[in-house]
């Protein structure tokens, strides 16, 4: 089983600012990989897949990126709506697909 | 547009039996593999099962393999999750999600809760 390890647990980062939030896989999972947000009692929203594609109707302000082992979603100015959880979830080896434990972004 | 509705949720007694349920409109469901996934409170996101398109095919996590089944009816557009001898550690928001590598839409979840 590959294990998603994400890093930091908790960002606080202020409105216009920029996020950078990391994922290492426990092997390679080459850019099979997915980016989630999932804002308090909603359902999590696909944002990027294949490491660094955005999803449809995913703002230009988040990309993605890295391959192998280490990736990186970066949002590049930070907007009220985007204070959420992000998951990071690969589908290179399959089963299990795998997470990892979410990084939430709050207001600093 | 994608809707995935799931029900079924609900309090169960440890060792207890439920099923759940995932309608699902606005796409060809039958063209789709689906996904469940649970996040028990306050954690992350957990895999649980997954079903090929057709029904062909099914693939579990661990921590449920032998007490869960995953099944679909294409004909009724609905995806399934029968669980059996559930435990505390089985208490979770179940979600419906559809796709195969990634999980493009995702249903709000039923919640299960394993209490005695």
């Known amino acids: 089983e590959i294990v998603m390890t994400q890093s930091p647990a908790t960002l606080s980062v202020s409105p216009g600012e920029r996020a950078t939030l990391s994922c290492r896989a426990s092997?390679?999972?080459?850019?099979?990989l997915a980016w989630y947000q999932q804002k308090p009692g909603q359902a999590p929203r696909l944002l990027i897949y294949?490491?660094?594609t955005r999803a449809t109707g995913i703002p230009a302000r988040f990309s993605g990126s890295g391959s192998g082992t280490e990736f990186t979603l970066t949002i590049s100015s930070l907007q009220s709506e985007d204070f959420a959880v992000y998951y990071c979830?690969?589908?290179?080896?399959?089963?299990?697909?795998?997470f990892g434990q979410g990084t939430k972004m709050e207001i600093k | 547009q994608v809707q995935l509705v799931e029900s079924g949720g609900g309090v169960v007694q440890p060792g207890g039996s439920l099923r759940l349920s995932c309608a699902a409109s606005?796409?060809?469901?039958?063209?789709?593999?689906m996904h469940w996934v649970r996040q028990a409170p306050g954690k992350g996101l957990e895999w649980v099962a997954f079903?090929?398109?057709?029904?062909?095919?099914?693939y579990y996590a661990d921590s449920v393999k032998g007490r869960f089944t995953i099944s679909r009816d294409n004909s009724k557009n609905t995806l399934y999750l029968q669980m059996s001898s559930l435990s505390a550690e089985d208490t979770a928001v179940y979600s419906c999600?559809?796709?195969?590598?990634?999980?493009?839409?995702w249903g709000q979840g039923t919640l299960v809760t394993v209490s005695s």
């Open positions: 092997q390679s999972v080459s850019s099979n």
């Open positions: 606005g796409f060809t469901f039958s063209n789709y593999g």
């Open positions: 294949g490491a660094s």
């Open positions: 999600a559809k796709g195969r590598d990634t999980m493009t839409y």
């Open positions: 079903i090929w398109h057709d029904g062909s095919n099914q």
């Open positions: 979830q690969q589908y290179n080896n399959w089963p299990p697909w795998t």
